[in-house]
């Protein structure tokens, strides 16, 4: 047989860092040299400019990037975000995230990923939708509904989509609805999308605290990232029981032991943008006793649980030692760097992995795909009754194999996705068959 050679060292990256997560599962699953290799590198990656004309007439030049990762399992399946950091590397890495997290959780996709290196909040309305229209001209031949879906992420919402949905279907002359999910419901969107990704996140929480033997008004809880997700999150915790008593955004966080009143800040938050604005210095914040803090002090509380959903990188080698919660559920993609989560399992920490906490709302961009190639849309409460199904089955399978092989949690995620990826890169074929002579 011919001899393997090892495959290239890559240079340190957020990709390489991601990659490392498969090693600790490898020695527990059967899976083939060829199918691992092509799991190491993504499997097309564009960069492109996009020209935007500004409100002022001069012209500014962003720069977009698509990944798809891996589609053996189908179409690839990923976000778009907005923001500075936005680099190859870092949309590479979230692709990859994406191949592992619609395995996970059965999906019959791939995984994407896309982003443009911008801060959305210098731009005005009109200059967002050219910037909108613009990267997907720029990569209009690079997706499709049966290549590769985009979806909303880090400052991209559902208007942003509808722009981008529109515009594919102006460029192709037909419509296609299936390109884009997170959209408007008025084009083609679902039920339950803008919130699905809190909300799957929170069945995860709350099927597997009773197996730690916790009840939620004995639990309190910690949230760095009040977005879009953070904030809805918070504000479900807190209405099934739970003690929020901490939220932080980009700015800063606020604390209250006693715990916070979530939608009350959220109120106060859509009207001032920030929640620095609103750390209650004035009447209509009335939120009781709370203080200040920033976000590094937030990772630190001693809570029972803490939950990332701000951005990647927030738990590290230098601060992983000050994490004092027992639960770490990672909303965020990659919240926790490979280097902390070592640190974290030495000190007893449980850290539940983002490509099964986070997976709602990639799952219901499945089905409002799904809706959209049918012509057959659902009601929220079946859209909800179907996340919820198959959410708390992947998190129970995945608790299970944690057990059973005595593995962290990330560990027993990831041996669960490569065993169904494993199986769909050798069905096309392996190095055994051919040596073997099989017909």
Partial sequence: MTAVAPLPKRPPSLLADASTRLDDALQYVDISEDALRRLKYPKASLSVSIPVRLDNGSLAVFQGYRVRYDDTRGPGKGGVRFHPSVTMDEVQSLAFWMTFKCALLNLPFGGAKGGIALNPKQLSRQELERLSRGYI??????????????????YTNATIMGWMMDQYTIIKRQASPAVVTGKPLMLGGSQGRDTATATGAFYVIDALLPKLGRQPEQTTVAIQGFGNVGAALAERLAQQGYRVVAVSDSQGGI??????????????????????????????????????????ELLALEVDILIPAALENQITAANAADVQAALIFEVANGPVTSAADRILEERGKLVFPDILVNAGGVTVSYFEWVQNRSGLYWTLAEVNERLQQRLIAEAEQT????????????????????????????????RDYYANGAT
């Fill in 137 to 154: 001209d720029a990569i209009a031949d690079f997706i499709g509904p049966d290549v590769d879906i985009l979806a909303p992420d880090v």
């Fill in 255 to 296: 604390y209250a032991e006693q715990g916070l009143d979530i939608g009350q800040i959220r109120r106060h938050r859509a009207a001032r943008q920030t929640l620095k604005a609103g750390y209650c210095t004035d009447t209509v914040c009335n939120l009781g006793e709370h203080e200040t803090i920033t976000n590094a």
């Fill in 399 to 430: 608790w299970a194999i944690a057990s059973q092989r005595q593995v962290s949690l990330r560990t027993a995620a990831y041996i669960h996705a490569l065993n169904r990826l494993g199986e769909a890169l050798d069905a096309k074929g392996t």
